[in-house]
Each structure stands twice: as C-alpha cells, then as structure tokens.
C-alpha cells in the first residue's frame, strides 16, 4: 500500500514508490516525463500492479476502495462497532449526525454496502443510508395507498 499525502510531491511520491532505490526511481522519473503526467492525486493506492498502472492511478486519483456494509437487523452497537473498525472518519459519534425524533437511532439506516475511501466521513454514509431508507419506505407506501 503506497499513501499519497496532499500536497506531497511527485519526486517524494516516486521514492517511495521505489523504495529510495536510486535505478528504480530513474525509472520512474523518465515514465512521468514521458507520459507528460505533471500531478499525483492525494490518496491510498495498491501495489499489486505493474508500475506503469500504479503511477496512471496515482495521477487519476484511483485509489482504493474499502467496503462499509450495514447488515440486515444490525443493531447500533453493531453499527457502532463497524464504524469503529472501518477506516472512516468518524464525525459522527453516537450516531448524532442522523437527525430523527426517536429515542433511538436503531432501525434508521437501510441494510447496504457503501464503498469509501480512507479517510472519508462517516456522516456522509449514515445519511446516505438513512435516505435512501426513508426513499424505500416512501415508496412502499406509495405503492400501498
């Protein structure tokens, strides 16, 4: 796993990439030159790749991509805990962000996977989640009436 920090350079980017070996970061070096790429993008990308496909991803932002899934019946502990466990950051403590006018935000989010980067809120998944549980709710009883 190779980690881009905003603002890093490409010179600092591709001795990493190369592990400071001086042949490989040449190597490097000439293929950005040839290739006209003049920006890496902020992020986290694999390695498992060919270095040619590695620096393309760098430069169009491709970075990888972590699961977050809410379970059917999960409860906020259960929640909770995933949060936890997630790379996600976490603005959202407690579940606080989801505005509702229950006791409890247990059975407010729609069973899903979301995908996300390091790093992104967890707010932004919760209120996806919990939209697109009220959009179905809404039109089961459309469907209903």
Do not use: R
Not at 16 to 42: G, M, R, T
Not at 97 to 116: D, K, R
């Amino acid at each position: 796993m190779l980690t881009i920090e905003p603002g890093q350079s490409i010179s600092s980017s591709l001795k990493k990439l190369s592990d400071n070996n001086f042949i490989n970061f040449l190597y490097l070096k000439i293929y950005v030159y040839l290739n006209n790429i003049d920006k890496f993008q902020a992020g986290e990308y694999e390695l498992n790749k060919p270095y040619s496909i590695v620096i393309n991803n760098i430069h169009n932002g491709k970075t990888k991509n972590y699961l977050f899934t809410i379970k059917d019946g999960a409860t906020i502990y259960d929640l909770l805990n995933e949060i936890e466990l997630s790379f996600l950051k976490n603005d959202c403590p407690n579940l606080k962000c989801i505005n509702h006018n229950f006791s409890s935000a247990e059975g407010l989010f729609m069973p899903e996977t979301y995908f996300y980067t390091k790093g992104d809120l967890v707010s932004t998944i919760l209120k996806k989640s919990h939209e697109d549980l009220l959009d179905n709710l809404n039109l089961i009883w459309k469907k209903k009436s």
